[in-house]
């Protein structure tokens, strides 16, 4: 490489540098409590990571306004797994707060696969997702 080229190199770096995304969350809300999931379950209900065994769990992206706002919160989805491990139905039971998280949740829950359930198809199934601190992760 000659001296021409390597002279430009620290041009070409910072052009790079700013296509990169410099958006940092700025937390705008408190995150509220955690619900006790299990609180919203009848007793034949199965708890996400109790009965469930991941196959394909991709995490819904954080919803680019509650990003921007800096909002936090929470969705329980309540979902049901048919025999072949496929995610059959999604359904949000409670957001915190109410109309930001629950379209992303629903989305990313409706692509969900699970190893085929050993008692056959589970119904209401519940899953609580976290929108904390610009990051997206899975409740117990």
């Known amino acids: 490489m000659s001296h021409r080229h390597l002279a430009a190199l620290p ?5 790079l540098g700013g296509c990169a995304s410099s958006d940092v969350f700025n937390a705008r809300s408190v995150y509220p409590p955690d619900p006790y999931v299990k609180g919203y379950a009848d007793p034949e ?13 991709d995490m819904p992206a954080y919803p680019g ?13 309540r979902l049901d797994v048919g025999t072949d491990g496929h995610v059959e139905r999604a359904d949000i039971e409670r957001a915190v707060p109410e109309g930001i998280f629950e379209k992303a ?7 969900w696969v699970f190893e085929p359930p050993a008692s056959g198809a589970l119904t209401n199934c ?3 997702i976290r929108y904390r601190l610009g990051q997206v992760s899975l409740g117990s």
Request: hydrophobic fraction near 50%.
């Open 11 to 15: 041009l070409a770096l910072a052009t």
């Open 45 to 57: 209900d199965c708890i996400g990571g109790e009965q469930l065994a991941a196959v394909s769990l």
């Open 65 to 77: 306004r509650a990003f921007r706002t800096g909002r936090q919160g929470w969705t329980i989805v």
């Open 105 to 111: 949740s629903e989305r990313a829950a409706l692509q």
């Open 126 to 128: 519940r899953v609580l």
